[in-house]
């Protein structure tokens, strides 16, 4: 067996603006208990880039409190910061620029402009005019927005580098409620699709991937978990066997049954 074979994930990066990946599993920063759970938690997921909240974490902006930087390193990590808690366009490219300036020009973001409190759904009107001025300002934006195929295709066109449908609603813990919707993204795209919230136990990344999303992005699911720490393992495998099952390609389905043994050619 080659280490290519025993490690499959060596022979199929994930690409993303141009750098690769082995790990397929992005994993957020929010909702532990301190930094040394969100530490282990990461550390066990396998996961490289790793998301964070500008405006509700602490990135050295604010002195004598506990450092995000300290616990996960940007020599270690992909920081990925996000826009999380932003409704509105304007709000959403102010906490952009203000990531680019706490990581020394860092132009990779996540771009999440919400449309309401109760749901989280995404403002797809003020994701598309955020995404599109944040591209001509020179970001790499990866973007969260609805299981919509059109609105998809929209933000790929205006040069996003990677989008980021739902699955269910964020930190709900549903599952995957519309595959037809993300086959139709996956079949299309040109840039990676990743799954963005909604996942909630290690079946539902594998489902995500088995479908051909090139990667899924969870924190609640770690987060919230009984023992984090096991759950982030737990997604770091179901990653890992949803990718390969889907480039092995499943066997047809069947309205009924076949003989697993052959029946041609037996002696008697």
Do not use: W
């Not at 500008?54 to 910061?81: C, D, F, H, M, W």
């Not at 997604?235 to 309205?255: C, S, T």
């Amino acid at each position: 067996m080659t280490k290519a074979e025993a490690h499959p994930s060596l022979s199929d990066p994930l690409t993303i603006a141009g750098r690769s990946y082995r790990s397929r599993l992005l994993v957020g920063t929010g909702k532990y208990k301190d930094l040394d759970e969100t530490r282990r938690a990461v550390e066990a997921s396998g996961a490289e880039i790793v998301t964070v909240a500008v405006r509700r974490t602490n990135l050295g902006q604010k002195a004598g409190e506990p450092n995000l930087l300290e616990a996960l390193s940007p020599q270690r990590y992909t920081i990925l910061p996000n826009t999380a808690g932003c409704y509105t366009a304007e709000d959403a490219l102010r906490t952009c620029r203000l990531a680019r300036e706490l990581l020394d020009g860092h132009a990779l973001v996540k771009l999440e402009v919400l449309g309401d409190p109760k749901t989280l759904f995404p403002d797809v009107v003020a994701t598309l005019k955020a995404a599109e001025r944040l591209v001509a300002e020179g970001f790499q934006v990866m973007v969260y927005t609805s299981d919509d195929p059109l609105v998809a295709r929209k933000l790929e066109e205006i040069g996003c580098v990677a989008v980021m449908p739902l699955a269910a609603p964020i930190g709900s813990g549903l599952g995957i409620q519309n595959r037809y919707n993300l086959l139709e993204i996956v079949e299309n795209a040109k840039v990676p699709v990743l799954v963005d919230a909604g996942v909630g136990t290690a079946s539902d990344a594998a489902i995500a991937m088995e479908l051909g999303c090139d990667g899924v992005l969870m924190n609640t699911a770690i987060a919230e978990a009984r023992d984090p720490v096991r759950m982030a393992r737990a997604m770091k495998h179901a990653i890992i066997a949803g990718r390969e099952a889907f480039l092995a390609g499943r066997m047809p389905r069947r309205r009924f049954a076949s003989a697993s043994s052959p029946e041609s050619g037996l002696p008697f």
